[in-house]
């Protein structure tokens, strides 16, 4: 059974920086697209970033473009997602997901298959 865990989320300063990981098991990922969604509470889950399958192609939401960067490790069967310059409005659970209909990500929570638990980010102002 795959099993996707999220870790690195907390509390962190405006301005400030962390880092997610997504660590897969059970299943190798590495044919499929990835990606990070985050939903805020009232709110739907919403795109943040995704990758192509040899991490080749990267896309980002345009809230975080210039500030997150998503990479993968293949060998690792591991997703991350690095945040810079946090704001407050960045405060989501953060969840990974994977594809195995595409090799390239897609926007839409709907076409993802698997996914992790979610991670809760802070960004306190």
């Known amino acids: 059974q795959a099993l996707m865990v999220e870790s690195g989320g907390g509390l962190v300063q405006a301005g400030g920086s962390l880092s997610l990981s997504c660590a897969a098991s059970g299943r190798t990922f590495s044919s499929y697209a990835m990606a990070w969604f985050r939903q805020a509470p009232g709110s739907e889950r919403d795109f943040v970033s995704g990758i192509s399958w040899n991490g080749a192609n990267t896309y980002y939401a345009e809230s975080v473009k210039g500030r997150f960067t998503i990479s993968r490790d293949n060998a690792k069967n591991t997703l991350y997602l690095q945040m810079g310059r946090l704001k407050p409005e960045d405060t989501a659970v953060y969840y990974c997901?994977?594809?195995?209909?595409?090799?390239?990500?897609?926007?839409?929570?709907?076409?993802?298959?698997?996914w992790g638990q979610g991670t809760q980010v802070t960004v306190s102002s």
């Open positions: 997901a994977a594809s195995s209909g595409t090799a390239e990500p897609v926007p839409k929570d709907v076409d993802y298959d698997y």
